[in-house]
């Protein structure tokens, strides 16, 4: 199923998708955004210290409207022939564009300034980017970074969980949404690797003082795209020489040295993130069975999910092969969620196939989070040497078989970005 509806060079005519139960349209619905909402954050961004309260209507009616064409487009597409996307109005895409790229930036850099309810409009605001970029998927590439810099302006002495609720949406739906695609028109993989993950990790690091919100957006880069030792390379490179202590530590994490000295570092010695239990509402064991999927279909988390409904939810197996049975990937986007890579060993682990002489003694360069390789580990991540990675990964072009590779080597490294990232980085 495409995730955004195809745009039309003529001005589409409103379908059944763009009709709610009011029998209003949601034409009419955003066009009182722009002349309503809109104008009462307009009044409140003129205050020095406005009141948290006020805000939390607008948002509130931002979210419905939102909310409510998320679940039209998916509803109207689901029942459609072949999973044809709807098509919505230019009217509608251009209030959502400006909401992206105007309104909520605007919301998010104003936010240390809201001193009463600032739980309740940090809560309606993240929930509130989570349906723009649901709805619009041209600036893709850039919303990781829009969406980590709210860490920047969020925690508050009286709202402790602000980190715990961004870092969650930020690794459970925004970088999976950006990262992993459906095929294309044409057949190929649509994936968007940009300096916007860089800069969500830079963020995270810089705004997250707890070990496991960093451990989080690192596994679950991993677990997403190739290439991540480059993104805490260019952390250390670019970063403040605070954030650059934090990354040089996640880079001795998950690429440890055999030396001693290296291996007291503190920055280097980090304990695990805990995996979320399971989200289903009917799930007998939710208090202690944990979640291994991801259902990214907003249709399925509003009638399962406890609690406040989202556009994803986290599944037990058992929970996932009976609400989704023999459902298809391909029609209804679910992803298996990245495990913590516990114990990290500085040694090769795939020692039933190893081509080295002592499987033990050789240094490992490579980590796989592919299930093909991790199986004879029960899914956790494992660890491979060179040998095993070439004899493994020789002949594999699929670009979704993930696996990360240590920091190169400058000087014989085809990639120059990377190379110059790495020099870049040894010499801070």
């Known amino acids: 199923m495409a995730l955004r509806p195809r745009r039309d060079e003529a001005a589409a005519a409103p379908t059944s998708a763009s009709l709610g139960r009011s029998g209003e349209s949601l034409e009419a619905e955003f066009r009182k955004l722009d002349s309503l909402s809109y104008g009462q954050l307009k009044v409140f961004f003129a205050r ?14 931002i979210q419905r409207v939102l909310k409510r064409a998320v679940l039209d487009l998916f509803t109207t597409s689901s029942g459609t022939e072949g999973g044809e996307s709807p098509v919505i109005s230019q009217q509608i895409e251009n209030s959502v564009y400006t909401l992206a790229t105007e309104k909520l930036p605007q919301i998010i850099a104003f936010m240390p300034k809201i001193k009463t309810f600032k739980q309740e409009v940090g809560i309606l605001l993240l929930d509130a980017l989570c349906y723009v970029m649901a709805l619009e998927q ?14 920047l302006y969020l925690p508050d002495p009286e709202w402790e969980g602000a980190c715990d609720e961004t870092v969650s949406r930020l690794c459970h739906y925004v970088l999976p949404m950006c990262l992993v695609r459906p095929p294309s028109e044409d057949g190929q993989l649509v994936s968007h690797f940009s300096l916007g993950t860089s800069a969500a990790l830079m963020m995270v690091l810089q705004g997250c003082e707890q070990a496991k919100h960093h451990l989080l957006i690192a ?17 250390v490179a670019y970063g403040t020489s605070s954030v650059r202590q934090k990354a040089l530590g996640l880079l001795l994490h998950y690429w440890p040295l055999p030396q001693p000295e290296f291996s007291r570092h503190p920055s280097s010695t980090y304990g695990e993130w805990s995996t979320p239990n399971c989200e289903n509402e009917s799930c007998r064991r939710a208090l202690t069975t944990r979640a291994t999927t991801l259902c990214l279909n907003p249709l399925c988390a509003m009638e399962h999910k406890k609690g406040q409904p989202k556009l994803y939810m986290l ?24 495990q913590p890579l516990r114990d990290v060993k500085p040694n090769c682990e795939f020692q039933k196939i190893c081509s080295g002489v002592d499987c033990q003694v050789n240094k490992a360069e490579v980590t796989c989070y592919d299930g093909s390789c991790t199986a004879i580990q029960n899914g956790q991540p494992i660890r491979m040497c060179r040998a095993c990675h070439n004899k493994q990964h020789g002949d594999i072009s699929d670009p979704k078989h993930i696996f990360q590779v240590g920091p190169p080597d400058p000087w014989l490294s085809d990639d120059l970005s990377a190379s110059s990232t790495m020099l870049e980085a040894v010499s801070k």
């Open 138 to 151: 041209a600036s893709l590439s850039t919303f990781p970074s829009t969406f980590a810099s709210c860490l």
């Open 48 to 61: 020095e210290s406005p009141n948290g309260d006020e805000f939390v209507q607008p948002l509130s009616e």
């Open 315 to 338: 599944l037990c197996p058992d929970c996932n092969a009976t609400i989704h049975g023999s459902t298809s990937t391909e029609s209804h986007l679910r992803l298996l969620l990245p």
């Open 219 to 235: 596994d679950t880069l991993m677990h997403l795209k190739r290439d991540v030792c480059t993104d805490i390379l260019s952390v």
